[in-house]
């Protein structure tokens, strides 16, 4: 089954492509939609809409696993973040993908067993998960790998309960 893990924003959409057979994952392909600060919003939420269909075309996931909005301290990039996660949502729903969506916290708690775990812990679960030492150098990159390994484990964790 291929997952698709995204990690939402305006500024920088993480996005992994992660193979899974049984309980191995492997890394199809991995990176960010970086859209540009000086463009109007539109221009910006295009460019992500745009670029995750072009992901979605290439790479044909079976599932969308998707960070979900909980808690921001900053409250002036919560809406921009929404917004970013509509056009995501639109894209994968365009192309009759499945959504599922889990809180960081939620994430962590899956990967780490610790729902307050920091980056480096939740960095050092996903090379574990993964087999390998070398990650992308992004945390929204690393994040998505983690939404999208999350997925698996915690339905895993409903089939075996």
């Known amino acids: 089954m291929k ?14 492509v992660v193979d899974v057979i049984g309980d191995k994952f492997s890394l199809i392909t991995s990176g960010s939609v970086q859209t540009n600060k000086a463009s109007s919003e539109a221009s910006r939420l295009y460019e992500i809409f745009r670029d995750i269909s072009v992901i979605i075309d290439k790479y044909k996931p079976d599932i969308a696993s998707v960070e979900k909005l909980f808690y921001f301290r900053n409250q002036t990039t919560i809406i921009p973040v929404a917004q970013a996660r509509g056009v995501i949502i639109m894209a994968l729903e365009k192309y009759s993908i499945p959504v599922f969506e889990y809180t960081p916290m939620e994430v962590k708690q899956v ?11 939740v960095e050092q679960m996903v090379k574990i998960a993964l087999g390998c030492d070398n990650l992308p150098k992004l945390d929204d990159t690393i994040d998505s790998i983690a939404i999208a390994i999350c997925h698996t484990r915690k339905n895993l964790e409903l089939i075996t309960n």
């Open 3 to 16: 997952i698709l893990g995204i990690d939402p924003g305006m500024a920088i959409v993480g996005y992994s």
């Open 111 to 121: 990967l780490t067993g610790f729902g307050r775990a920091d980056k480096k812990q």
